[in-house]
């Protein structure tokens, strides 16, 4: 395994580890506390700051209509400006996953893969929880992202 994939590997690893200290997180809209309160940004928010130390950007205050009031794709773009994209098959533990409710609308939602088969998110009406990767989600997938390198700045 060469060293690329090595820190990878090792970054994908913190990733996970991380998202899974948020297992119970009671979601709260806006929220980014472990513990206190999250949304599924909240969730990825603060998995970024558990590993990275501090976050690549704040996206300020939002309403739950967001993506339909303010048109484009921002939770796609973040994702792009932040990570890497992942083949579209890249289902590794530790990637980003942006999920798209509905085709021709903007990506409302996201999460951690923890296995091939299983993510992590904040679900509305729910605490930080793990889902399987089912059909109905895998379906929804905007895109698939992998996290810089542990000594990202």
């Known amino acids: 395994m060469s060293r690329i994939e090595q820190d990878e590997e090792a970054t994908a690893a913190r990733i996970v580890a991380e998202a899974l200290t ?3 997180t009671p979601y709260r809209h ?5 513990g206190v309160g999250c949304d599924c940004l909240g969730l990825v928010r603060g998995v970024w700051r ?3 130390g501090r976050e690549p950007e704040l996206p300020g ?10 048109g484009g794709d921002p939770l796609l773009a973040a994702a ?24 021709g609308m903007a ?13 992590i998110h904040a679900y509305e009406g729910h605490a930080v929880l793990i889902s399987p990767l089912v059909p109905q989600w895998h ?13 990202w700045s």
């Open 139 to 151: 379906r929804r997938i905007a895109g698939l992202f992998r996290f810089p390198d542990i000594n």
């Open 61 to 70: 205050p939002y309403s739950a209509d967001w993506a339909e009031m303010n």
């Open 107 to 119: 990506a409302k939602h996201a999460g951690i893969l923890i296995t091939r088969e299983r993510f």
């Open 80 to 103: 792009q400006r932040h990570c890497r994209r992942a083949d579209e098959g890249d289902l590794s533990p530790g990637r980003l996953v942006v999920f798209r409710w509905r085709r």
């Open 50 to 52: 558990g590993v990275y």
């Open 30 to 34: 806006q929220g980014t506390t472990r």
């Open 22 to 24: 948020w297992l119970g």
